[in-house]
């Protein structure tokens, strides 16, 4: 038994209160090994007398193997303690000895000895499921069909430039605006969209405005406050929810508030309201733009988003920027009603004012969804208190390597397993899924151009717990290198609209709702005959799911009676194909 | 190489925020493995142009072997990112083979090639070192000296019993009060006592005040508010800092709250203070004195400390009682200038209450400082949001362990490493060390009531980075089993104290004062001819600490030249003896 394999950590991905009755208990080993695992648990308090005995009053529930990867094999148990509290360890079997694993680390267990004494310090401790420390996500965020919309680029009646255009760069200003946004409201809702979230619509400098200039007011090349609350009452009205992005931090170079510290340094009364290392601040010229005339590269005398002078970071312990910055995240709330906040650059942003944010956005709207822009592992930040969920590219990552064929079939099914151990089931529901956005290149560009391998992309996403999400024009089958090409204006011409690609998105769509099946986070991954085959199941039925992952056709195919067949790429045998179905059987589990 | 024994997590004990300019990252490895590991970091955001190839600037830095255990080796390291963001990956360098840990695992790197592709989404993040999350405890509460005092049995001029009894019981009322303890402040000041902890003193139905009554009002048996008002005056006349037990778990069966809960059950309007599982609230009667005449042991039709139906459990999440606790916190620092808070069953609080009340203590004092009891590893309560630190048992078990001869001295010294690498440097120094408290035995009785290797203990507790407490009357090498046989009335009787004792204390106080290598975490753990030597070092000086820690005279004995020695316990070759004392040289670090 590989000793050194074997990891626990009470309070985390692997120990987490799924809900305030339940208990989610995973225990890594090492995949090499064949052990049969129990948790032995119990609350710390409940003793009583057997046989003239002071006993530890305790259960053990054997552990269902769940997760492969790589190199372990993560066991999993849920448990709903009576009394909330829970002392646990781990009774492991292996070649006929037992051992118990608990804080002091593994222990053979000589005749049951260590079995009677139950010195409970040896046990990790989970002390009370407090119904109040519960991460929960509004219910409404979970499994549901995002869409995202980069303004400047959706849709307008009064274009700048011609709309059809190929190429484009960032300070290409092209005219989109909210009241074009507006009239493709029916749009979305007829594609099946629940939810809209918008990258920046504040008045700020760039063409992309995530260098904030006023966060009260709606760039006047985008429209009005007033479209924009026509805006989110034509979402409403059409059951769909409205995210705004939120860039808390930094701010623009042209903030009043920096601007004030670069007219008068030391002197000014917002000084410390950034992180101002040298006066006076700027030793650079501005061209007539507003932006440095040089590039001053790592040289910046205040700090910035990146290297960039033009976004100083927001000092958001000041009195002054906390103040502000929360009555931006309640003034949008209270007075047009958005549903929900998407935080940009959020894992360099304090986790002291995340907990603030949450709360003041939580004091004025109970069921405000707060999104994080986490490329990486993101529990810290989502413990409850700070965010409901991230961008989730723990698991674009993964979905990219395989279909760009970087990894092989069984490196994706680690991978996934992977995700799955480290990802806990009461945060990926609410997990924004995505495939590509603003910054990365279009799924469709990464996959060759080629729509079939794309639309294995949004399947096998749409399959996963969480919410997906659509950037705009996927559906219809827009293509884009990283940015800028990324944000070509959308497609609206109907003769360069790929009618194919809005019908399988659609139907997608419609599955992810009426299917619970496809919001069950585990599922199956196997491969026969170089064929993928993914499956989820509960209790009535199954879901399965064909893939044909290669450039090459398939010779085999497997049977596919019993199964309804709910979507396909036509033959099945052909590069790049699949099928996604339902068989109706009863399950044991 | 156990690829499995290597782990990493971003934002854990292994990779944190030492202060806003300085992380630490430890990489645990398994001890078996010979390894030369290296960190390769730098900003994400620092790329430049090298030979025409757009690359990450980056450093590559080795990392210090520092803690071996039972199975892993732990690899140290601190880095001062000059941005404050960073990425970093591992590398492992193993038989002429390298590899590159990261977020997607252990991968060896031929000719370099990873290394050239820079991907930094393999990379693990630690995206800014924000000031306001660097958990920092009050200055004044770092390696500072603490003294316990279990009000009912220290001192009163006008005791109710016989001050000199041995046995006690926890319905015994000795008449312990707190001019008495006025009075000694002298004393504890004499002692070296920089702080003193005070288990309940508000009104309540029992001995021990843990069933609180009255949130603002002395107990009566213990004086009046305005005896403690000079309590507090006089300690801090004498540079003592003043702690509280705050309990906050749960309040006492006849708090007029949940009397009115009693009586008026789903009609009451603190119902929902507490958790109410079915009315009418109590099953059973009460004798005279308020207790329950029978104990309804695991019956209880609301939540409660363990199954004591005398501590009904607080719903801090209702309004009503977080405005009504969070005032008690602040009304005791307002008014009466206490310095901290010790939170009573802390683990079982909900985390968010705990936020609420650091936040409503600071708003009041800007160093009052909060500790936690709890029994288990603590980090999830320790990331700066929640308390400053906790009553170290993580500590207590091995010393015990060793000391009572569970554990041989390889074991200790595996223990203490493994202790090392969980508890980060900056938490260590406010952690509240101790050998024993009103909750177990007394270290004296542990140790068979032999003072040689109580002093041991203390001696061991108080070279180790923290803060020691005393349990009072320590000094004065008092003894006693578990509760109730702990709490034994303080001897002030000069034929019964054990003078030797309280001088040894007052040298280890003194020499934890004025000795900074006393307070650093690391030390050197080895054995020779049975003779236990640690050591601990700095630039100019080494600490060298030499204990015969068996029953057995010591054969050899080392040579002390260039020796100072500042405390020893007489011949070191005696059993149980020790022997403490400073090297001056240059060390090379």
Same mark, same amino acid.
């Given at each position: 038994?590989?000793?050194?394999?074997?990891?626990?950590?009470?309070?985390?991905?692997?120990?987490?209160?799924?809900?305030?009755?339940?208990?989610?208990?995973?225990?890594?080993?090492?995949?090499?090994?064949?052990?049969?695992?129990?948790?032995?648990?119990?609350?710390?308090?409940?003793?009583?007398?057997?046989?003239?005995?002071?006993?530890?009053?305790?259960?053990?529930?054997?552990?269902?193997?769940?997760?492969?990867?790589?190199?372990?094999?993560?066991?999993?148990?849920?448990?709903?303690?009576?009394?909330?509290?829970?002392?646990?360890?781990?009774?492991?079997?292996?070649?006929?000895?037992?051992?118990?694993?608990?804080?002091?680390?593994?222990?053979?267990?000589?005749? !049951?000895?260590?079995?009677?004494?139950?010195?409970?310090?040896?046990?990790?401790?989970?002390?009370?499921?407090?119904?109040?420390?519960?991460?929960?996500?509004?219910?409404?965020?979970?499994? *549901?069909?995002?869409?995202?919309?980069?303004?400047?680029?959706?849709?307008?009646?009064?274009?700048?430039?011609?709309?059809?255009?190929?190429?484009?760069?960032?300070?290409?200003? *092209?005219? !989109?605006?909210?009241?074009?946004?507006?009239?493709?409201?029916?749009?979305?809702?007829?594609?099946?969209?629940?939810?809209?979230?918008?990258?920046?619509?504040?008045?700020?400098?760039?063409?992309?405005?995530?260098?904030?200039?006023?966060?009260?007011?709606?760039?006047?090349?985008?429209?009005?406050?007033?479209?924009?609350?026509?805006?989110?009452?034509?979402?409403?009205?059409?059951?769909?929810?409205?995210?705004?992005?939120?860039?808390?931090?930094?701010?623009?170079?042209?903030?009043?508030?920096?601007?004030?510290?670069?007219?008068?340094?030391?002197?000014?009364?917002?000084?410390?309201?950034?992180?101002?290392?040298?006066?006076?601040?700027?030793?650079?010229?501005?061209?007539?733009? !507003?932006?440095?005339?040089?590039?001053?590269?790592?040289?910046?005398?205040?700090?910035?988003?990146?290297?960039?002078?033009?976004?100083?970071?927001?000092?958001?312990?000041?009195?002054?920027?906390?103040?502000?910055?929360?009555?931006?995240?309640?003034?949008?709330?209270?007075?047009?009603?958005?549903?929900?906040?998407?935080?940009?650059?959020?894992?360099?942003?304090?986790?002291?004012?995340?907990?603030?944010?949450?709360?003041?956005?939580?004091?004025?709207?109970?069921?405000?969804?707060?999104?994080?822009?986490?490329?990486?592992?993101?529990?810290?930040?989502?413990?409850?208190?700070?965010?409901?969920?991230?961008?989730?590219?723990?698991?674009?990552?993964?979905?990219?390597?395989?279909?760009?064929?970087?990894?092989?079939?069984?490196?994706?099914?680690?991978?996934?397993?992977?995700?799955?151990?480290?990802?806990?089931?009461?945060?990926?529901? %609410?997990?924004?899924?995505?495939?590509?956005?603003?910054?990365?290149?279009?799924?469709?560009?990464?996959?060759?151009?080629?729509?079939?391998?794309?639309?294995?992309?949004?399947?096998?996403?749409?399959?996963? %717990?969480?919410?997906?999400?659509?950037?705009? !024009?996927?559906?219809?089958?827009?293509?884009?290198?990283?940015?800028?090409?990324?944000?070509?204006?959308?497609?609206?011409?109907?003769?360069?609209?790929?009618?194919?690609?809005?019908?399988?998105?659609?139907?997608?769509?419609?599955?992810?709702?009426?299917?619970?099946?496809?919001?069950?986070?585990?599922?199956?991954?196997?491969?026969?005959?170089?064929?993928?085959? *993914?499956?989820?199941?509960? *209790?009535?039925?199954?879901?399965?799911?064909?893939?044909?992952?290669?450039?090459?056709?398939?010779?085999?195919?497997?049977?596919?009676?019993?199964?309804?067949?709910?979507?396909?790429?036509?033959?099945?045998?052909?590069?790049?194909?699949?099928?996604?179905?339902?068989?109706?059987?009863?399950?044991?589990?």
């Amino acid at each position: 038994m590989n000793k050194h394999a074997i990891f626990h950590q009470a309070k985390s991905h692997l120990s987490y209160a799924y809900d305030h009755h339940t208990l989610h208990v995973l225990l890594q080993t090492s995949k090499e090994d064949d052990l049969l695992i129990s948790l032995i648990h119990g609350d710390p308090f409940e003793w009583k007398d057997i046989d003239g005995r002071f006993s530890w009053v305790h259960h053990v529930d054997v552990m269902e193997k769940r997760y492969t990867d790589d190199l372990y094999t993560h066991y999993f148990i849920s448990i709903k303690p009576f009394h909330k509290r829970v002392k646990y360890a781990f009774l492991i079997q292996h070649h006929q000895k037992t051992y118990l694993y608990g804080t002091q680390g593994i222990k053979e267990i000589m005749d !049951g000895v260590l079995f009677k004494t139950y010195d409970l310090s040896h046990y990790f401790n989970f002390p009370y499921l407090n119904h109040e420390d519960v991460m929960e996500s509004p219910s409404w965020s979970k499994n *549901m069909v995002w869409y995202q919309i980069f303004p400047d680029r959706f849709y307008t009646d009064h274009p700048k430039v011609d709309w059809s255009i190929e190429t484009v760069h960032n300070d290409l200003q *092209m005219g !989109g605006d909210l009241k074009g946004i507006t009239s493709k409201i029916p749009y979305l809702k007829d594609l099946g969209v629940e939810g809209v979230y918008f990258t920046p619509i504040f008045h700020a400098s760039s063409m992309h405005k995530y260098d904030t200039i006023d966060y009260h007011l709606i760039d006047p090349q985008f429209g009005t406050n007033e479209d924009f609350k026509l805006l989110v009452e034509t979402c409403h009205k059409h059951g769909i929810k409205v995210m705004l992005d939120g860039v808390f931090n930094h701010c623009g170079f042209l903030h009043p508030m920096f601007q004030d510290v670069v007219k008068h340094g030391t002197h000014s009364i917002y000084k410390d309201c950034f992180f101002i290392h040298e006066f006076p601040v700027v030793d650079f010229e501005l061209n007539a733009h !507003g932006k440095p005339k040089r590039y001053p590269n790592r040289k910046n005398r205040y700090e910035t988003f990146g290297f960039t002078p033009m976004m100083p970071k927001w000092n958001t312990s000041h009195p002054l920027v906390e103040d502000y910055l929360l009555d931006v995240v309640t003034y949008w709330i209270k007075h047009y009603d958005i549903d929900g906040w998407r935080l940009d650059v959020s894992n360099e942003v304090s986790h002291d004012f995340l907990r603030k944010l949450r709360m003041a956005a939580r004091d004025v709207k109970k069921d405000t969804f707060i999104l994080g822009e986490n490329w990486d592992s993101s529990l810290p930040w989502l413990l409850g208190d700070q965010m409901d969920a991230v961008m989730n590219y723990d698991l674009s990552v993964p979905l990219w390597k395989f279909l760009e064929h970087q990894s092989d079939i069984h490196t994706f099914k680690h991978d996934m397993n992977r995700y799955l151990a480290r990802t806990p089931k009461h945060v990926i529901d %609410a997990m924004f899924n995505l495939v590509c956005s603003h910054d990365t290149i279009r799924i469709k560009k990464r996959l060759d151009d080629d729509a079939r391998r794309m639309k294995i992309a949004y399947l096998l996403m749409f399959i996963q %717990a969480g919410s997906p999400n659509i950037y705009y !024009g996927d559906e219809m089958g827009m293509t884009g290198f990283h940015d800028p090409d990324n944000r070509r204006p959308m497609i609206w011409d109907p003769k360069r609209q790929d009618a194919d690609m809005f019908s399988f998105m659609k139907t997608l769509i419609h599955l992810k709702k009426t299917l619970p099946l496809m919001s069950i986070p585990d599922l199956s991954i196997d491969v026969s005959n170089d064929l993928l085959i *993914m499956k989820k199941q509960d *209790m009535n039925q199954s879901l399965v799911i064909y893939v044909n992952y290669q450039a090459q056709p398939l010779k085999y195919i497997p049977d596919f009676k019993d199964l309804e067949i709910l979507i396909d790429s036509g033959d099945l045998k052909h590069p790049y194909s699949f099928l996604l179905g339902v068989k109706h059987e009863t399950n044991h589990s």
